[in-house]
């Protein structure tokens, strides 16, 4: 069993930057493939970006455009989220979400085993 558990949320203004982190506590981190996703009032949770087990694969959703960052560090068992150049539309509750599952990368939260609670982010123009 793995629980997640994020931090780093809160609010800012439009081109400040933030970093989320993902911890990650029991089971084995090495095993579990991690992603970020998000939900904004009113609409469905999305993918944000997704990284590989060993961390040397990642993918990102279209609206990132390069401006968010996510990476793991092995030693610590955290995952984390760079976000730069924020935008209003970034404003959402920010989920991590692990799986054991045997895909090389987690985009679908329907294949997610583990979820952490939510860390808001709010960006104001």
């Known amino acids: 069993q793995v629980q997640l558990v994020e931090s780093g949320g809160g609010s800012v203004q439009a081109g400040d930057s933030l970093r989320l982190s993902c911890a990650a506590n029991?089971?084995?981190?090495?095993?579990?493939?991690m992603s970020w996703f998000r939900q904004a009032p009113g609409k469905e949770r999305e993918f944000v970006a997704a990284i590989s087990r060993s961390g040397s694969g990642t993918y990102y959703a279209a609206f990132v455009k390069d401006r968010f960052t996510v990476s793991r560090d092995s030693a610590k068992k955290t995952m984390y989220l760079q976000m730069n150049s924020l935008e209003p539309e970034d404003t959402a509750v920010y989920y991590c979400?692990?799986?054991?599952?045997?895909?090389?990368?987690?985009?679908?939260?329907?294949?997610?085993?583990?979820w952490g609670q939510g860390t808001q982010v709010t960006v104001y123009s």
């Open positions: 979400a692990a799986s054991a599952q045997n895909a090389k990368l987690l985009t679908f939260p329907e294949r997610a085993d583990y």
């Open positions: 029991g089971g084995t981190f090495s095993n579990i493939v």
